[in-house]
């Protein structure tokens, strides 16, 4: 997205607002008290991308008048660095206070006598471009008139009653999205594996409840989302996992590359998704795609390069693929950006590499979420034994526990993350957000063409972000 989402349906005086927050694209990350329906004029703009050469906190008074600064960041002056791949940022306006925070520490602060009430708003901007940040939980507190504003006053209290009275609380579902609401009950224990069918039903049943949004539900272009409840994992492979995956690959006679990435799977480490979201039934599908980009890039198609391998066929139920990671990307953007998916509060992205295979494993701990024995993973998936060369419609096979079908098979997932070889040996325990930077991004899932090996729930693919193949595709994550 390019732009803003309200973060309260009433304007607001004083209050206080937090994000955990990984910009992943674009320019600025930050957030703006609107005071009418005009886009971004007559709003106070808080710039604080650690990553930016400034940032600051300004003003537009009406979309005629010239935008004021007023505080910069110095020139020179140091540059915050992320905590476990996030940088916390917080906004607290307060009577004719206005100031930013950046890891819990003041990042600036101004006067303005002339601050009134609006309604306060996160922002993401790339001047034109599409732009991609990841937010893992946004806070809001509503103040009363006693509130002061103190140096460590954010950190403290942001989301807690302190010294004002905390009228909601943001806590995202996803990395991603804005959960809404308020809710003082004790959450439902989260999914920890192993856990069979019955009891992944019980947990998104219970989280549902606790959340109050439904296990399953249709956005307003028909695509079906599940429910994924938080919990823990033990995600990619055991040595003697590593070492029946390499000797498969010498007996199936597999490319060099997968020799080189099989190893990367170790070591087999504990994960915890802290988080719910929601996470597309099936792989995005070509009639899908088309209705939000207004094209079909598939290969698969009446019109692709294989359109004979389809002829006859009805493809707008296959996977769309052809896609590379950016085409991905702008489609979450787009998607978020309808009327009716804002209205919902809905914003979509690609899952993380851990979000991935915490919702295929299912609860599981064997080679594929449907067991260890090949001759299953016909029943679940579509690959190299049985697609007979050509993506099938989504949905034909068994879903997994979650309720997600063909997270093996068919076509490559993208995810959202970096591509790292050695990433496992330090990535963190909770909701690991992926290596900083690379030039490779993480594909999942294996592909019609591709060994039953390669459909592993821990086998890791990746590619240039840049690069479409006919069989890349992808599924989207979403938050309200």
Known sequence: MTGYVDLLDRPVKDCLIRAKVRKISGHTVGFILRYDDRGFSNAYFVDT???????????????SRPYQWLWKRPAGAPV???????????????????????????????????????????????????????????????????????????????????????????????????????????????AVAPFDATQARKHQEAWAKYLGVPVEETNSIGMKLVLIPPGEFEMGSTPEEIAWALEEGKKNNERQ???????SEGPRHRVKITMPFHLGMYHVTQDEYEKVMGVNPSGYASTGTDATKVTGKDTSRHPVETVNWDDCVEFCRRLSALPAEQAARRVYRLPTEAEWEYACR?????????????????????FKTNADGVTHPVGQKKPNAWGLYDMHGNVWQWCLDWFSQDYYKQSPPDDPPGPPAGSDRVLRGGALGYTSSNCRSAYRGSDPFANRSIWRGFRVVVGR
Request: with cysteine.
């Open 257 to 263: 590359g997968y020799f080189d990435v099989v190893p």
């Open 362 to 382: 299912a609860g599981t701990t064997t080679r594929w979420s449907c067991g260890d024995d090949e001759a299953g993973l016909v029943e679940c998936a579509w």
């Open 49 to 63: 991308d650690p990553g930016a050469e400034w940032g600051g906190i300004g003003r537009q008074e009406l979309a």
């Open 80 to 190: 915050p660095q992320p905590q476990d791949g996030y940088f916390e940022i917080a906004f607290a306006a307060i009577g004719d206070s206005l100031t930013t925070y950046v890891n819990g520490k003041s990042f600036g602060e101004v006067r303005d006598e002339t601050h009134r009430t609006a309604i306060p708003c996160i922002y993401v901007f790339n001047w034109g471009k599409p732009a991609l940040a990841v937010f893992k939980t946004i806070q809001i507190q509503v103040l009363d008139k006693e509130a002061t504003l103190g140096s460590t006053l954010v950190p403290a209290t942001a989301g807690s009653s302190g010294s004002g009275e905390a009228k909601r609380s943001y806590t995202d579902p996803t990395p991603g999205g804005e959960g809404r609401g308020e809710n003082k009950r004790s959450p439902p224990p989260p």
